[in-house]
């Protein structure tokens, strides 16, 4: 019988990917899900879905950009008498910032939210795992970008490519205590924080997918939806025994050729 965790802490889960991956991991058979994120309202919608589809939801509120925030966490969820055996770093800033005129702010954010955070987490999380002698999985939500971007989310991809130097390391370091460790590197996916950054940042406007993505092999952007099936694999026995990987999920092949096929 495929492992499945019993409790699942899934940041970014109020929307987005996140909110997908928590909802794919009950379809797995997870009996909590841990919603964390900082917006109450839809907080309480996606633990109503998790509550729907027979497992129970618990909402953590927090800001991930607050360095006290992982200890905040784990230490709700120890009042609470639960043991977390799947964590999936879900949560992520997108914010542009062209890398001639570095914002500090905006880049500081970005390593606090997309590096600091995870990190942190993961200690708290392994720590109490190893206590108990429990298997269990992590999952970091990577980006293509960590190989390279555009000017403008340069300082994006540096924060993807420290968590994947990360999520190695964290793999070496449990890969005799049970617990399993890797990363999901993405592509180019419609969120609704992505239509946001895409509609500020860059003026689009409605039909700003087919504009932009209407020439990449599928004719469109990837969905959460897609993504979550990947991250419930990396999470559950269905990917044992990986860990320390890295796997690309995208519809395109890059660093092949500067030539782009017909």
Known sequence: MTWVPECAL?????????????????????????VVGRDARRAEGVCARIEELGSSGEIVLADLSEAAAADAIFAEIDRRGLLVDSLVNAAGLTTRT????????????????????PVLLFGRFAKRLRRAGAPGTVVDVLSNAMHG????????????????????????????????????????????????????????GDGWETDYA???????????AEVAR??????????????????????????ITDLHPH
């Open 230 to 255: 990947a991250i419930r694999f990396l999470a559950t026995g269905e990917s044992s025994p990986m860990t320390g990987s890295i796997v690309t999920f995208d519809q395109v092949a890059t660093g």
């Open 149 to 204: 971007g555009a000017p403008d989310i340069s300082v994006y991809s540096m924060t993807k490519a420290a968590l994947g130097i990360h999520t190695r390391n964290a793999a070496y370091a449990l890969q005799n205590d049970g617990i399993r460790v890797n990363g999901l590197a993405m592509g180019w996916t419609l969120t609704p924080g992505e239509d946001t950054v895409m509609r500020s940042t860059h003026g689009a």
């Open 10 to 34: 899934v940041t970014g889960a109020t929307s987005g990917i996140g909110e997908a991956a928590a909802l794919a991991l009950v379809e797995a058979g997870v009996g909590t899900v841990i």
């Open 98 to 117: 062209e890398i001639l005129d570095i914002d500090l702010a905006d880049y500081e954010a970005l390593f606090a939210v997309n590096v600091r955070s």
């Open 214 to 224: 209407g020439r990449r092999p599928l004719g469109r952007l990837m969905r959460s």
